[in-house]
């Protein structure tokens, strides 16, 4: 065992991890960042896009410094039919000046986080893996690591090891996740000339794009999306893992297949993939979160299941719980008491926060689907709207009432009749404003 | 009590390395770097015999600032003392310049903490690739060099003897010298060990010693860095990537798919008759 | 400690000693590497390419044949191309040893001026090169794949850099004789032709055996060993293979081939197979004819090691695997499935051929 003693343990060096180390060793606590991979970001993914709020209220203008690939300027929403697509996107210069949010790439966007934390003074503890909480009775007093004399204690732990928290489990925070709370996303990383992928999508200099896609999901739960970093795109698709199983299809088949769309293809074309990695995200919502601390430790970020699926958010509610924690350690390490009593003031202060808000109001999405409405929604109705636009924009002597009758005939039938339409979109209402 | 010196050199580790298709060049930005893999095993052997006879090991390094990380992470695995030799006038050595900053560095080494019996450099690095600059500090030292060893037979530090394992192509050397040796280590040689939690927690905060060229006074500058370097790299350039039209072959009867193949590998003379030849 | 401080002896290779009027060097000297008397094939390959280069800046072709009992090699050196040949035959040169055997390079070297010297990039070649240039001192170029001179009869030495991924040119200009070691497998052999005639200068050694404190106790040829680098076919396995125990397939294939079997790091890692057998940046580099990659990825770590194949055979599930990028020929399916029926394929052959062609029992 070290001899040492730490004020504060952290595990797992994602942005909720590093952003509690950080706010800690700025507040004067000894503080070590335990992290699995080789350096931090070396396993992790993500979309991604990072937003500026959340991150600015830990280090103010951190974009100017920070690795980020483009500012985002358009964000786009693609509905994808067999061949064909139906578009809707927003682009305004206002996201630049103050930009809004960017796209990033977790292998270095981790490193550069975790590189303030450690100028704070945290230290680092790297390829290190955290095995179980060492426990007196129900007191959390440390961690065991998979080294040598691999003990090491502290006054607080705070456990930010990602979606699949071991340590969350162990606590009995909660069980294995159920196929229905989490979504399995698989992600590319391919590259291309800077230029190609300004040319192809009406880019300058560091402006960038998000594509958000729907359909063609083999008719499973789940999105897709395509991100411009700088001499890269970032294509992926998250699909829920009871529809996987259900279904019996590999992930990697359902990426191959949106790669191969008429649509998709040309963007990508020419391009070299450089990475391929898979990850876990949590979209049990509201009402998969766990009891967020006890006797001794806290937890935060994807480990607590704080992810906004709907709008892909979740770094953000990552870091600003990383802070929160971190804030709460400090106030207990003042008062020398590391008890529930103490540290139950972050769950206040979560609940106090836009991630009890956003994710309370969104509570409905996860249950939102019923077997069968899957398919409905992901694959019947996508193919439908396309083909009602075709037969819309289609100038082929048919009268235009006669083709609006066609086109809603279409969708209604997708829905599974005019009841089911309604019952979808109620409950699609319902589930996004709580 | 022994003395080992292992020499180390932090790498970029290649398998982030890309060719930039426009320029045709290194893609060296946001590489990490690593510790040569084969001076790994090195530093293991180092401490393999400080466990065994009691050692003091000094863990050096000529290289950038940066350096110094690969320096804590030899601290780290329970080496005692790491210098890091870092000079701009250092910089673009070829390996008869490194072995001769290297050299300087293992005799200042003795001035400062004793006598040294051995020291280990890595078979090779992974960015200079050349295996030369072990056996060129130890020329420059005037000790034996033993190379390619893959197994420290037997020390006896009362009769300063030494056998070890040398591996060739076509077989294996049992060598005895005296020391003081220099060994160069390959991969079979031993298994790295994982620093320990108290080690990591050593490495992190270790500061390394650091010499610059004002540190050696009798240094002969036209002998270090590019001056002193008499290889010149005239021309890189990558090349031409091997254009192969991969010819996928029906493998659903692999039977079928065995014998296809089997017909163009004759054809083409990529195989002979193994009995006729 | 306090007499490590005292008045060391200047170090070596600071400065070259002697002649410094580098016009007086000429002709390509290729040391001979041997063991028993026989010479290295890559010992044979720089013979040839010396003749090219010393046709080139019209001098002769040297040889330095080292070792004890062995003057019918020198003769054997100017049969593959050699002019003339220093031969130092003593017995404490027997065995391989850096210091007797580079104190005589140094000496031919200073006494007969060349003004290329080539070897053999093996261990032993490596080994001694690299005491030798420390020591003249002089530039050194490890590991080419292409030898040329120019105009200013400089030699033009290229060499894979960063992991194979670029080829590099480098020079000495400063020093001669200009140095390098050189690959196996690359530089072609010129046949054997025993009408040649050339001139041997005997060298006497240059260290009494009492001066020489290493001792080789004994050398353990290994018939075994996986002799990667000179194989014709290689049948190589990684991750894929799932365990050790299928590398025994491996075998099967190889053994009927008339190959040897290769591997990835990551087995080798995993302890399923030898480091002898792991092909790439961090084990052999080889150029066989033939190279069959079975449930091996193709991380450019094995790559750079294997490449230059002949031809690529990739075996593997993953359709997306970046060994096809290389492959002549892919084979998209279950190792378990193809490698069997390749065996069951080649022994039909190999039985096909035996009474065709020869007498099975000669
Ligand atoms: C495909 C995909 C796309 C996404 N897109 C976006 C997006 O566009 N925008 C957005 O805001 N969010 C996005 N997210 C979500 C976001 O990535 C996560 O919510 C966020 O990273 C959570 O941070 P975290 O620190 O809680 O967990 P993680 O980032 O998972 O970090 C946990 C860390 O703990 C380490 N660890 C785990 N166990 C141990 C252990 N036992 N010992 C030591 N270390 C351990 C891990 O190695 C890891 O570094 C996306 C996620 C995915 C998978
Ligand atoms: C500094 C450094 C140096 C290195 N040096 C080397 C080196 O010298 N040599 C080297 O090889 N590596 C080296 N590596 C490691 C290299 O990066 C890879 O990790 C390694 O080559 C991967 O080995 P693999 O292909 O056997 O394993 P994997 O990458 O795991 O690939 C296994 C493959 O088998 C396939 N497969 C699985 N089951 C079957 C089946 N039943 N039938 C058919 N196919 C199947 C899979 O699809 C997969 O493609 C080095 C790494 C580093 C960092
Ligand atoms: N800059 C350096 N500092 C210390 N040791 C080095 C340095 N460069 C090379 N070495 C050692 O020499 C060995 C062979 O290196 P190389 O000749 O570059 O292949 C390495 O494995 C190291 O042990």
């Known amino acids: 065992m070290a001899d040492e003693r730490f004020d504060a343990i952290v595990v797992g060096a994602g942005p909720a991890g590093t952003a509690a180390a950080y706010t800690m060793a700025k507040g004067g606590l000894k503080v070590a960042l335990i992290e699995r991979g080789e350096f931090p970001g070396a396993k992790n993914i993500f979309g991604g896009v990072l937003y500026r709020k959340q991150l600015e209220d830990l280090l103010p203008e951190f974009w100017k410094e920070a690795p980020l690939e483009r500012t985002i300027v358009e964000q786009r929403l693609w509905v994808l039919g067999e061949d064909s697509v139906v578009t809707l996107g927003y682009r305004d210069n206002r996201f630049q000046d103050p930009p809004n949010c960017w796209t990033g790439l977790r292998v270095k966007f981790d490193q550069w986080f975790a590189s303030k934390a450690e100028q704070a003074g945290a230290l680092p503890i790297y390829e290190t893996v955290v095995t179980e909480l060492l426990r007196v009775d129900e007191r959390v007093v440390g961690v065991r690591t998979d080294r040598e004399d691999g003990d090491l204690h502290a006054n607080i732990v705070i456990i930010a090891d990602g979606v699949n928290s071991l340590l969350g489990k162990s606590l009995l925070l909660h069980r294995e996740w159920q196929p229905d709370q989490v979504s399995l996303a698989v992600k590319e990383v391919i590259a291309l000339p800077k230029q190609t992928i300004q040319d192809r999508f009406n880019l300058e200099d560091n402006e960038g794009c998000t594509i958000e896609l729907i359909g063609q999901t083999a008719g499973m739960a789940g999105l897709g999306f395509l991100y411009t970093n700088k001499d890269t795109l970032s294509l992926g698709v998250g699909v829920m893992v009871n529809d996987l199983r259900e279904k019996r299809i590999k992930p990697y088949q359902v990426l191959d297949s949106v790669k191969r769309h008429p649509m998709i293809a040309r963007l990508i074309q020419g391009g070299e993939v450089k990475e391929y990695s898979g990850h876990l995200i949590p979209e049990g919502g509201f009402d998969s979160m766990p009891p967020l601390a006890g006797d001794g430790w806290m937890v935060c970020g994807d480990a607590a299941q704080m992810v906004n699926a709907v709008h892909r958010e979740g770094t953000n509610l990552a870091v600003t719980s990383g802070r929160l924690a971190g804030e709460t350690a400090i106030a207990a390490h003042r008062r020398g008491d590391f008890t529930y009593h103490t540290l139950d003031a972050y769950n206040t202060a979560v609940k106090a926060s836009f991630i009890h808000r956003d994710l309370k109001k969104y509570r409905g999405v996860h249950g939102l689907l019923g077997s069968g409405d899957s398919e409905q929604l992901f694959d019947k109705f996508p193919n439908a709207l396309n083909e009602a636009i075709y037969q819309m924009l289609l100038v082929d002597g048919v009268s235009k009432k006669q083709k609006q009758k066609v086109a809603m005939r279409l969708l209604r039938e997708a829905a599974g009749g005019n009841m089911d339409l309604l019952r979808l979109g109620i409950k699609g209402w319902r589930a996004m404003n709580g | 009590m022994l003395h080992i010196v292992a020499c180390i050199k932090q790498v970029p580790d290649s398998r982030e390395i890309r060719i930039d298709p426009k320029t045709n060049t290194l893609v060296r930005q946001g590489v990490p770097a690593i510790v040569n893999y084969f001076d790994l095993h090195g530093v293991e052997e180092a401490l393999r015999i400080k466990d065994e006879f009691g050692a003091r090991v000094t863990v050096v390094t000529m290289g950038p600032p940066t350096a110094e990380k690969a320096l804590s992470q030899c601290i780290a695995m329970g080496a005692d003392e790491g210098v890091l030799v870092s000079d701009r006038a250092f910089a673009g050595a070829d390996t008869l310049a490194t072995s001769y900053v290297v050299a300087l560095t293992v005799q200042k080494v003795e001035d400062t903490w004793g006598p040294v019996d051995i020291i280990f450099c890595g078979k090779q690095t992974l960015d200079g690739d050349t295996g030369q600059v072990g056996p060129g500090v130890a020329c420059r030292l005037d000790i034996e060099q033993l190379t390619y060893v893959e197994k420290t037979e037997h020390l006896d530090i009362n009769t300063r003897e030494i056998i070890v394992h040398r591996h060739l192509e076509d077989g294996v050397e049992r060598v005895k010298a005296n020391l003081p040796v220099l060994i160069t280590a390959l991969a079979e040689l031993n298994q790295p060990r994982r620093a320990s939690l108290p080690g990591v927690l050593r490495g992190i905060r270790y500061k390394p010693i650091v010499w610059t060229t004002n540190d050696f006074p009798d240094i002969d500058r036209s002998k270090i860095g590019l001056k002193g370097s008499p290889t010149i790299v005239s021309k890189t350039w990558v090349p031409e990537p091997k254009q192969v039209d991969t010819e996928f072959l029906d493998t659903t009867d692999s039977k079928a798919a065995a014998s296809h193949l089997l017909d163009r590998l004759y054809a083409t003379g990529s195989l002979q008759n193994s009995v006729l030849a | ?362």
């Not at chain 3, 008045?7 to 580098?22: A, F, N, S, T, Y």
């Not at chain 3, 040329?148 to 894979?160: G, I, N, Q, T």
């Open chain 3, 1 to 362: 400690m306090a007499d490590a401080k005292k008045k060391r002896k200047p170090m070596i290779g600071l400065q070259p000693e002697g002649d410094v009027d580098w016009s007086q060097y000429r002709g390509v000297l290729v040391v001979v590497e041997q063991r028993k008397g026989i010479a290295k094939p890559v010992s044979l390959q720089l013979l040839g390419e010396a003749r090219r280069l010393a046709a080139k800046l019209d001098v002769p072709v040297l040889a330095l044949v080292m070792g004890y009992q062995v003057s019918q090699l020198a003769q054997e050196a100017i049969y593959h191309g050699a002019d003339k040949v220093y031969l130092c035959d003593s017995p404490e040169l027997d065995h391989y040893r850096t210091r007797p055997y580079s104190r005589v390079c140094l000496h031919v070297i200073r006494k007969y001026l060349p003004e290329i010297v080539l070897m053999g990039a093996t261990n032993t070649g490596r080994d001694l090169a690299g005491a030798i240039a420390t020591h003249l001192p002089t530039g050194l170029t490890a590991d080419s794949t292409q030898l040329d001179v120019d105009e200013e009869r400089l030699l033009l030495a290229s060499r894979p850099a960063f992991s194979e991924k670029m080829l590099a040119t480098i020079l000495c200009k400063q020093f001669k004789p200009q140095m390098a070691t050189a690959r196996a497998g690359v530089f072609e052999q010129l046949p054997r032709d025993p009408t040649r005639t050339g001139e041997v200068i005997p060298v006497p050694p240059q260290m009494d055996a009492q001066e020489i404190s290493t001792e080789i106790i004994e050398f353990i040829e290994s018939f075994r060993r996986v002799n990667l680098q000179d194989a014709d076919v290689i049948v190589a396995g990684g991750r894929g293979l799932g365990g050790p125990a299928a590398f025994g397939l491996l075998e099967e294939l190889a053994q009927e081939l008339g190959g040897v079997v290769g591997a990835s790091r990551a087995v080798v890692d995993l302890g399923w197979i030898g480091h002898d057998h792991q092909v790439g940046q961090t084990g052999v580099t080889v150029r066989p004819k033939l190279y069959i990659a079975v449930g091996i990825s193709g991380a450019v770590q094995h790559v750079v090691g294997m490449q230059n194949s002949t031809c690529i055979v990739a075996i593997n599930k993953d359709p997306n695997a970046p060994i096809f990028k290389i492959a002549n020929y892919g084979l998209v399916g279950d190792l378990f499935q193809i490698v069997p029926a390749l065996i069951e394929a080649v022994r039909a052959r190999n039985g096909e051929a035996i009474p065709m062609n020869m007498p099975v029992n000669s």
